[in-house]
Structures are given as structure tokens and as C-alpha cells.
């Protein structure tokens, strides 16, 4: 009789413990749901939305390019946030099990990325950049990939080269180019000061800082709060992982 009961007690505690797995998994991933819904919203508002931004955003490639990242995360959180909910109030082990399986792939991903960025970061040094933007860089050809990035940094950052814009002197295009030339902020149309006067050479009206060190003072501040958040969208995925198995692993 007193193993029965113990026994049964025993079955009790578990079933508890499952119970609040459950509730917590779901009510974790409804958050994750919400989440990726309203980056969805977000991105697909801004490339819809009749009213203008619309443009303004396709006249800058960084943040046409960072419209898409954002509707793809959106993507991937909806899809993470509704296999969990469904599979943990479901206890549907088909759903739980792909929900583990999309969140080990997404960690694993996250973990070969950091390691490469590890490995290659001698690529990112400003000897590097340089060499590479005196090699590849061809002006006003914006239908190549690379000069096109190249200027797109140039006029977000105002900024002229890799250190300065005398980079471009032994360059293969050899002439300061048209992003590198200041605009006219206070008008907002983003006309330039003197394009004439920068092209010819003078320094007052051009960029005269490195893209190198604008990028890096710009995300100097960030540098710290991306490792804080990398490190928790790590644990909550550990986490995640852990939940969805022992759920998998308890329903009957």
C-alpha cells in the first residue's frame, strides 16, 4: 500500500512538473510569436506603405537590405513561436520535435557564425579593407556588388575611404569619387554642398574621415549590448530546447 502511494505521488509530482512546462513553454513562444508578427508588420509596412518611406528607404541599399533582414526574422520567430505554442498546448510531439530541431539548426548556425568570425578576423583589419577597396572599387559602377556597398557606407556614415580619401589616389578607379562629397543635411533632399569643388579636389567640401574609424566609433556604443543580447538569445534558446525535449519526452 505504501508504494502504491508513493508511487502515486511520485506520478502526481510529474505530472505537475510536465503541466508547468507546458504552460511555460506556451506562454514563452506566444511571446516569440508576437514578436516575430510584429516585425513582420513592421517590414511589410515599410514596403507597402503609400505614403513615402517606402522610397526613402529604397534610396538607401543599408536600409533596403536591413527591411529584409527584419522581415525575415519576423518570418522565423512567427514560424518558432507558433510550432511552439501549438505543439506545447497540443503536446503534439511531431510539432515539439520540429520546433527542437528548427532551434538546435538556428543555434548551431549562430555558433559557426561566431566561429568563423573568430577564425577570419584578421580580414577585418584596416590593412585589409584597404587593399581590397584599391583593388575592387569602380566609382559610379553601382550595378557591381561591391562598389555599390562601398557607396552606400560612404553616404550613411559620411565618410571617404577606408582611412581617408587619399585611398583612392593608386586605387583602380583613382579619382576621390561622388560619395565621398558632403551633402546638404539642413535641406534634406540630400543635394550636395559643392559636388564640383569636392571633385576637383578641395577638402572643404568633401568626407575627409575613414569609413574605418566612423564605422567603428558608430558601433562602439552597441558593441557591448550585442554581446549582453547574443548571450541571453543563446540562453533562452538553450532553454527552449531543454523545455521542448522534456515536454517531447513526457507526453504519453
Not at 520567430?77 to 520540429?98: D, Y
Not at 578576423?121 to 585589409?128: A, G, N, P
Not at 559602377?141 to 557606407?153: E, K, P, R
Not at 589616389?169 to 534634406?188: I, K, T, W
Amino acid at each position: 500500500m505504501g508504494l502504491g502511494q508513493a508511487s502515486a505521488h511520485s506520478t502526481a509530482m510529474e505530472g505537475d512538473c510536465l503541466s508547468c512546462i507546458k504552460y511555460l513553454m506556451f506562454v514563452f513562444n506566444f511571446f516569440i510569436f508576437l514578436g516575430g508578427s510584429f516585425l513582420l508588420g513592421v517590414g511589410i509596412w515599410v514596403l507597402v506603405d503609400p505614403s513615402g518611406f517606402r522610397e526613402i528607404v529604397a534610396a538607401n541599399p543599408l536600409l533596403f537590405t536591413g527591411v529584409y533582414i527584419i522581415l525575415a526574422m519576423g518570418g522565423m520567430l512567427f514560424l518558432l513561436g507558433f510550432l511552439g505554442c501549438c505543439g506545447a498546448i497540443r503536446e503534439n510531439k511531431c510539432l515539439l520535435l520540429f520546433f527542437f530541431l528548427l532551434i538546435l539548426i538556428i543555434f548551431l548556425a549562430e555558433l559557426a557564425a561566431a566561429i568563423l568570425a573568430f577564425i577570419f578576423r584578421e580580414h577585418l583589419t584596416r590593412e585589409y579593407f584597404t587593399k581590397e577597396l584599391k583593388k575592387h572599387y569602380q566609382g559610379y559602377n553601382n550595378s557591381d556588388v561591391f562598389t555599390s556597398t562601398w557607396n552606400a557606407i560612404m553616404t550613411t556614415f559620411e565618410c571617404c575611404g577606408v582611412n581617408s580619401p587619399e585611398d583612392f589616389q593608386d586605387s583602380l578607379f583613382g579619382l576621390v569619387p561622388e560619395a565621398c562629397c558632403l551633402r546638404n543635411s539642413n535641406l534634406g533632399d540630400g543635394s550636395y554642398i559643392n559636388k564640383d569643388g569636392c571633385l576637383t579636389g578641395s577638402m572643404t567640401y568633401r568626407n575627409n574621415k575613414g569609413c574605418y574609424s566612423a564605422v567603428v566609433d558608430y558601433f562602439e556604443t552597441y558593441i557591448y549590448l550585442a554581446g549582453a543580447l547574443a548571450i541571453v538569445v543563446l540562453t533562452i534558446e538553450l532553454f527552449a530546447m531543454v523545455f521542448a525535449m522534456c515536454l517531447f519526452r513526457g507526453i504519453q
